[in-house]
């Protein structure tokens, strides 16, 4: 369990505070609005009402105590950038930023944020890849060249072992967890039989995965 500060609480807030809820974080919210952290307050352990650009405020809040600070700021750069700069200068431990655009990241790395998370930009990637691809159920980019894919199972792969199709020596992939009527297996052994009804979380560069999942 980890103490986080998240600020700003729009909609990309809001799902943040749930998801943390949901996880079993301690969760202390932000924002100006007294609306918005009135609907946010049954998903966080605690939550104030202030400006975060003020120094006085966020030192109120004691910064060094939190093991991380997620500035969620959207539609208002100039406040994102000085609550980053701002938390980094109280002692902030992490400082996870939002951007909004590609350039907006090179500022806020510049004035502290140890990560940017670029929401609009990651759902468009991730919805381009899942809907031009037959086969690809899910997605997940973990650098320039590598990925996590959920696919369906390849139907000439059914009814065979994952030591009869050499799976890792011929694609250069490797099957991390199979999938059937919702329930997740994590233990893939050579003698795992595939058949029909799985989908398969395989794990490679994203070349490999395109070539042999036709994606």
């Not at 959920?150 to 799976?167: N, Q």
């Not at 967890?177 to 794990?203: C, E, F």
Request: with cysteine.
């Amino acid at each position: 369990m980890k103490s986080i500060l998240l600020i700003g609480l729009g909609r990309f807030g809001r799902h943040a505070a749930a998801q943390l809820r949901q996880l079993g974080h301690e969760v202390m919210a932000v924002d100006k609005d007294e609306d918005r952290v009135n609907e946010v307050l049954p998903y966080v352990t605690n939550a104030q009402i202030g400006d975060s650009t003020r120094a006085d405020f966020l030192r109120s809040l004691g910064i060094p105590d939190f093991d991380v600070c997620i500035v969620a700021i959207g539609g208002d750069f100039q406040s994102s950038l000085e609550t980053t700069s701002l938390l980094k200068e109280l002692g902030a431990h992490q400082v996870v930023a939002r951007g909004e655009q590609d350039v907006q990241t090179k500022f806020l790395l510049l004035v502290g944020a140890d990560e940017v998370v670029y929401p609009e930009k990651q759902v468009a990637v991730w919805t381009a890849i899942r809907y031009s691809s037959d086969h690809l159920l899910d997605y997940i980019e973990l650098d320039d060249r590598h990925s996590i894919c959920e696919v369906a199972l390849p139907p000439k792969w059914a009814g065979h072992t994952v030591k009869e199709l050499d799976i890792r020596k011929r694609y250069e992939i490797q099957i991390i967890a199979v999938k059937k009527d919702g329930r997740m297996n994590v233990v893939v052994k050579p003698d795992t039989l595939l058949d029909s009804d799985m989908t398969l979380l395989v794990l490679g560069e994203y070349r490999d995965l395109r070539k042999c999942f036709r994606i």
